[in-house]
């Protein structure tokens, strides 16, 4: 009879031994799999957020040109301004020469005409 208990012992922890092997097999491989999958899903961040840098990069590029742009634009509306305050007239002057006053300053162009044949 302890001949009998003994074999289905054996039989039981042998049987417990295979099922715990393969518990631990099965938590490993998913183990892998978690850990693999959480390798894919910092690479997909990862790419990500190099393309969202990149793209905010250009942006703040793209930006800065634009700055540079209206501030030329400025700079000249600034330049156009100050010469269309000017003031012009010739009708005084006996030499002909054409008074242009811009900004509180005075300028004489002297007018030159073609030689008649």
Known sequence: MSLRIKAVVDKFVEELKSALEADMKDRMMKER???SYIEEREREVAEREAAWKADLSR?????GRQEIRLKMERENLEKEKSVLMGTASSNDNIDGALEITVSGEKYRCLRFSKAKK
Do not use: F, N
């Open 33 to 35: 799999e978690m850990q």
């Open 59 to 63: 942006r703040e590029a793209e930006i």
